[in-house]
């Protein structure tokens, strides 16, 4: 696929920042600092031209960190970064962020919070509000648990814009298909939320095979549509099961019985069109 590609979800991080709780070295092959440099040369040969950095800690620290990165480096062209949702500062916060060119999106670490419902809380109400005002997307973090409580989330803020990371991770090494077969396509079909291909290999567990991530690949694109899909890399968390270069030419089968036009849509156009790249 000869097209103008754009990874819409890779991290950097350098760990002494300190702010990583989950990084930890029993997390071998992705415990060391990882550069926006790094992230190039795996994607460069691919034919990717530019990502979208997203959070790795709950902390706005690491958000002023990321646009740093995206300041220095013109392929970040854009940043996911985190706020103290709760804080009654948040929506100035909120405001104060999004005036920097490269902040596109915001992400609470939802899988890592131990209520499913945290993000319908009425103390949100007003940090949700802001990001709605500003334009920005809300990346959800999400397991199949969270699902039907993101349909609730688009019904209340309706001009929100929505993302699901990782087609909400279903543990495919397991095999998991319910709840999360059905409750991708109520999110599908009643809100107009996007969803991003990406993460699936790190969800299947150590070295799967070829073809492993396909059933749960081919119901996203047929629950979400071409216009409503992104490709990301999820890049260097996806070495705990495959390369970039692995999982970029196994999504060019994943896509491969598509049209030219809605190839470039999931490779590159949409992630353009809902970060306003």
Not at 49 to 71: I, K, M, Y
Not at 97 to 117: C, S, T, V, Y
Not at 154 to 179: M, S, T
Request: charged share 15%; hydrophobic share 50%; net charge negative.
């Amino acid at each position: 696929m000869n097209i103008d590609a754009i990874d819409a979800h890779f991290h950097c991080w350098e760990l002494a920042r300190g702010d990583y709780g989950w990084l930890t070295p029993a997390l071998a092959p992705i415990y060391r600092d990882v550069t926006v440099g790094d992230w190039q040369a795996q994607s460069a040969p691919q034919g990717v031209s530019g990502g979208v950095l997203v959070q790795a800690a709950p902390s706005e620290a690491e958000t002023h960190f990321l646009l740093a990165q995206a300041d220095a480096h013109p392929a970040v062209l854009g940043v996911v970064g985190w706020v103290d949702w709760l804080a009654v500062y948040a929506p100035a916060r909120i405001e104060a962020l999004a005036q920097h060119a490269r902040l596109k999106g915001l992400r609470p670490m939802l899988q890592d919070l131990g209520d499913a419902r945290w993000i319908l809380q009425p103390a949100l109400a007003p940090a949700l509000q802001a990001m709605s005002d500003c334009g920005l997307v809300f990346d959800a973090l999400v397991n199949a648990v969270h699902l039907p409580h993101i349909v609730t989330l688009a019904r209340r803020y309706p001009e929100l814009r929505l993302v699901i990371d990782h087609a909400a991770k279903p543990d495919i090494a397991a095999g998991q298909w319910q709840p999360w077969a059905d409750g991708i396509a109520q999110l599908a079909a009643e809100t107009s939320a996007l969803c991003k291909l990406s993460g699936l290999l790190t969800e299947a567990g150590r070295h799967p095979a070829a073809g492993a991530v396909r059933r749960w690949a081919d119901h996203v694109l047929a629950c979400f549509g071409p216009e409503r899909l992104l490709w990301g890399s999820d890049w260097p968390v996806l070495e705990f099961s495959s390369s970039y270069a692995q999982w970029y030419g196994e999504t060019q089968q994943l896509l491969a019985h598509l049209s030219a036009p809605e190839q470039a849509a999931i490779m590159g156009g949409n992630a353009k069109r809902l970060y306003r790249l």
